[in-house]
């Protein structure tokens, strides 16, 4: 499964990509949440460090499950 993480310029935060709708890109938190509207004109390259912590909590997180 591959994941696609942006970061909202608008404040900074980090968020995956859950998809596309009405000409907005839905991001989520990396440890979940809800979900926001970006506009795509207020999306960013996340950086590699923050994706890969990102993916590491999510693995983490998955390890502790029952």
């Given at each position: 499964m591959s994941e696609e993480y942006a970061i909202d310029v608008r404040d900074g935060r980090l968020g995956q990509v859950m998809g596309r709708e009405g000409g907005y890109v839905?991001?989520?938190p990396p440890g979940g949440g809800c979900e926001w509207?970006?506009?795509p004109e207020a999306l960013g390259e996340a950086?590699?460090?923050e994706v890969l912590r990102a993916r590491v909590r999510r693995l983490n997180a998955e390890g502790r499950l029952p």
């Open positions: 839905r991001l989520r509207d970006c506009p950086p590699p460090g």
